[in-house]
């Protein structure tokens, strides 16, 4: 197991690096001139770089050199690395223009969408060797399906508060996968928040599988990031309410409350035509307000959460 796992973290590195090589390779010439790969991305013919254009020469490669460093989080931070350079490579300004007026398809292949498929497949490799690390027992898979159920649950109409006719709702519905997210650390909570919770609220909203990827997998995957903070709000040592797990626990909810606006802003951009920060504002209105009602939540349930975290632990051992 460990030898297939650490060929597909090589082969997912290796896609990080190749990304990053067609940033540099000398891909295009006309009218006398050499263009790289950059040049011909960025949509300037002086590479001039903006911060999308930055993110995205740099996160293949970034997120390679993480993967290779094999720390305990190394894959599922490879992994969202990954997932950001692909979103960012979708969203660079003006690429579009350029290419209408001065490219041609195999220009748009080679430099563009090649980049994108190889930041999306390792992601999917940096994904496999995480879980891998990651069996799941069967009191895992109970309590993950109880806790999504939960979730299903508090989605339904009647309680929440719906706003705009985009999509979108203030509710609780948060609340039991940010505890599944502590309970099962990053990974599976992302199995749990993003695939298993994200698919079926999916098929229940009827907005579309379309909408899946950004609204519904990155949207609610991203608040399996406070599974990453685990060690410091749960743990053996942690008996009840602190200050310091209070603090890494409000740190843990704002990263992924921003993760999952980010995903939902980039979802409007794609998919509704916004622009990004009318789509940000928009989704602002609702994020925002739940992720207030939910943090203070979790807070009250602190304690709570510290006992069953605990008294699962002991009957376990």
């Not at 997912?12 to 990304?19: D, M, Q």
């Not at 995480?130 to 069967?138: D, E, G, H, P």
């Not at 979730?151 to 109409?157: E, G, H, K, S």
Request: glycine share 10%.
């Amino acid at each position: 197991m460990n030898k297939s796992t650490n060929i597909i973290r090589y082969i997912a590195a290796g896609l990080g690096f190749l990304a990053t090589l067609f940033f540099i390779l000398p891909l295009y010439a006309g009218n006398g001139s050499v263009y790289i790969g950059a040049q011909i991305i960025f949509g300037f013919q002086g590479a001039n770089l903006d911060m999308f254009s930055f993110l995205s020469f740099l996160l293949p490669s970034a997120a390679s050199i993480v993967l290779l460093i094999k720390t305990k989080h190394s894959e599922s931070l490879a992994t969202a690395l990954f997932l950001l350079s692909g979103l960012v490579l979708i969203l660079l300004p003006d690429f579009l223009v350029f290419f209408n007026d001065h490219l041609g398809l195999s220009m748009i292949l080679t430099t563009y969408v090649i980049p994108i498929v190889l930041s999306f497949m390792a992601a999917l490799l940096g994904l496999t060797t995480a879980i891998s690390k990651n069996s799941f027992s069967t009191y895992q898979i109970v309590e993950m399906a109880m806790l999504v159920g939960i979730a299903i649950v508090l989605d339904l109409p009647g309680l929440k508060i719906r706003i705009g006719a985009s999509g979108g709702s203030i509710g609780f519905t948060m609340v039991p996968l940010f505890i599944l997210a502590l309970r099962q650390g990053p990974i599976k909570g992302f199995v749990g928040t993003g695939m298993v919770y994200g698919f079926a609220t999916c098929i229940l909203d009827g907005w579309g599988l379309v909408t899946y990827p950004f609204d519904y997998l990155l949207g609610y995957g991203s608040l399996a990031l406070l599974g990453i903070f685990q060690p410091y709000i749960v743990n053996e040592k942690v008996t009840k309410f602190n200050v310091k797990g209070m603090l890494f626990l409000c740190l843990g909810v704002l990263i992924a409350i921003a993760g999952r606006l980010l995903a939902s802003t980039l979802s409007g951009v794609i998919y509704y035509e916004f622009d990004f920060w009318g789509s940000l504002a928009y989704n602002a209105t609702y994020i925002l307000p739940s992720a207030g009602i939910v943090l203070a939540v979790l807070i009250g349930l602190y304690d709570p959460i510290i006992r069953m975290d605990r008294m699962a632990k002991s009957r376990l051992s």
